[in-house]
């Protein structure tokens, strides 16, 4: 089974993964929770930051991560990138495994797209190389080899993962006042439009929705792929229709 979910920022959002609220029944390592960025436990190298990896490395599931923006990408440079299910990835633990931009992976039998990276809205209260990288945005040659990939596989793939969306959702969505319209965003218009795919799955927004049937944006639910679509696993999904109360209940 493939799993998703938005932000950890490290411990701040990782209570929905607790035992109440992510309560798996007879995973296995072969099962996989994907986090779409701001997974944030590669921050400091901390005790703190080394004891919730254990923690999340006792679960009985394998959790993958794409980067986001709030991400210490200095320190995760560090760790080797090695070949995995079709993409690159690095070994976290055994069984937390970041996410390369711009693979397109194996995992449950589906086609996976992962590309992270955003652009932070709070970058002038961040400290470069203590609370904000440069890296949180893609080099255009992380962006061209990308295009190299899908090139290779026919523009087709079952699932897209970004912390970002396309710009004309975020547009449309947001505003440009919060979310900066960047190269990021505008590669991410010319995915959208040329990329064949089922659903595209985002974090970073803070807020979970099914912007239509193929986009949706996660934060604190998660949800459980299905044959053709998702189910809610925790808790409630609320649609741009949802009422406040029930938004609410995600978090
Ligand atoms: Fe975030």
């Known amino acids: 089974m493939l799993f998703l979910t938005g932000d950890l920022h490290g411990t701040n959002d990782i209570q929905k993964l607790n035992t109440r609220r992510f309560p798996p029944k007879g995973l296995t390592r072969e099962d996989y929770l994907l986090i779409c960025g701001d997974f944030g436990l590669v921050w ?4 703190e930051d080394r004891n919730w990896l254990d923690w999340l490395e006792s679960k009985p599931w394998t959790t993958l ?3 986001g923006n709030h991400e210490n990408f200095d320190l995760l440079a560090d ?12 070994y976290i633990r055994p069984h937390i495994l970041h996410l390369c931009r711009g693979g397109l992976f194996d995992i449950d039998g589906r086609k996976v797209f992962a590309f992270g990276g955003a652009e932070s ?8 190389g203590r609370s904000y990288w440069e890296q949180e945005l893609p080099s255009a040659a992380e962006m061209e080899k990308a295009r190299k990939r899908l090139d290779e596989a026919g523009w087709q793939a079952d699932i897209v993962v970004t912390h970002s969306m396309p710009q004309h959702w975020q547009a ?6 919060i979310y900066a319209h960047n190269a990021l965003t505008d590669f991410f218009d010319e995915i959208d439009s040329k ?5 595209w799955f ?7 929705r099914i912007i239509d049937p193929k986009h949706i944006l996660l934060y604190n639910n998660i949800i459980r792929l299905t044959e053709d679509s998702f189910v809610r696993v925790y ?10 109360g029930e938004l609410a209940e995600a978090y």
């Open 235 to 244: 808790p409630v999904l609320g649609g741009p229709e949802a009422q406040p």
């Open 195 to 199: 990329l064949s795919f089922r659903m």
């Open 65 to 67: 991560w794409i980067d």
């Open 44 to 47: 400091d190298n901390s005790k």
């Open 79 to 90: 760790y080797p990138v090695t070949d995995w299910h079709g993409g690159q990835v690095q």
């Open 202 to 208: 985002s974090g970073h927004y803070h807020t979970s």
């Open 121 to 128: 809205h709070d970058k002038k209260y961040r400290v470069p």
């Open 172 to 177: 449309a969505l947001f505003g440009e006042q």
